[in-house]
């Protein structure tokens, strides 16, 4: 079992391009989490999706930011015309069920805008 | 609202000396209660949890965490701390009702373990 697999590990944009992060979740799970820690912060959630449903998205940026989870594939997380300020970590976790009371969480990619 | 908070941003103990971990919580209802902890350019991994039951919970490498309601605390204790401890550690409450779905993290605490 490998385990919440996310790519790339780091990614490196200049303003204004597009930043996109994959997160596949451990097999079987069918809920997957994202989450942007800021330097120096805990993680603050972003949305909560399942197979080709957000579930909610109440911790997105109302601009710019998408997220999905389509029926065949990772879970595309998505930036557009990148910022300073988005650089972070992106943390994608998944769960089995909601009512499971523990994420498995992946390592994460490092999101750094020139 | 749900929120977490760990008042020390960093804690430095000796090799062999126990260590605590500190935490305090805010929540609606029953907490869900977790700690995770973060090596150098890793992701989270998971330590231990409070559901319910005994207020001593016991997690991996030899962390236990004791849940105090009328303290609303959750802290993170070692017997006997190791140098390869040294990292960062988050406390989280799960969120209640309509948050369910939803990790609120501490700022974390940077745990040095000094040989």
């Known amino acids: 079992n490998a385990g919440v697999m996310q790519n790339p590990r780091h990614l490196v944009r200049r303003r204004g391009q597009e930043a996109r992060l994959r997160c596949s979740p451990m097999k079987g799970h069918s809920h997957v989490y994202w989450y942007r820690q800021l330097p120096e912060e805990g993680l603050k959630f972003m949305v909560y999706?399942?197979?080709?449903?957000?579930?909610?998205e109440s911790g997105m940026p109302k601009e710019r930011f998408s997220a999905e989870f389509p029926k065949e594939g990772p879970s595309i997380l998505r930036i557009q015309q990148v910022v300073r300020g988005d650089s972070a970590a992106y943390f994608c976790?998944?769960?089995?069920?909601?009512?499971?009371?523990?994420?498995?969480f992946g390592s994460g990619t490092r999101l750094t805008v020139v | 609202a749900q929120s977490v908070a760990q008042p020390e941003d960093q804690v430095k103990v000796a090799e062999g000396n126990p260590l605590t971990v500190k935490c305090t919580y805010s929540?609606?209802?029953?907490?869900?209660l977790f700690w995770y902890v973060q090596y150098p350019n890793r992701g989270l991994q998971f330590l231990l949890k409070?559901?319910?039951?005994?207020?001593l919970v016991k997690g991996s490498y030899g962390f236990e965490a004791e849940f105090n309601k009328s303290q609303t605390s959750f802290h993170l204790k070692k017997p006997s701390a190791l140098v390869s401890d040294s990292a960062l550690y988050f406390c989280a409450v799960r969120g209640s009702e309509d948050n369910f779905n939803k990790f609120y993290f501490g700022s974390g605490t940077k745990l040095n373990v000094k040989p």
């Open positions: 976790a998944s769960s089995l069920r909601t009512d499971n009371y523990g994420y498995t």
């Open positions: 929540v609606s209802g029953n907490p869900y």
């Open positions: 409070y559901i319910t039951g005994d207020n």
């Open positions: 999706l399942q197979k080709e449903n957000i579930i909610d």
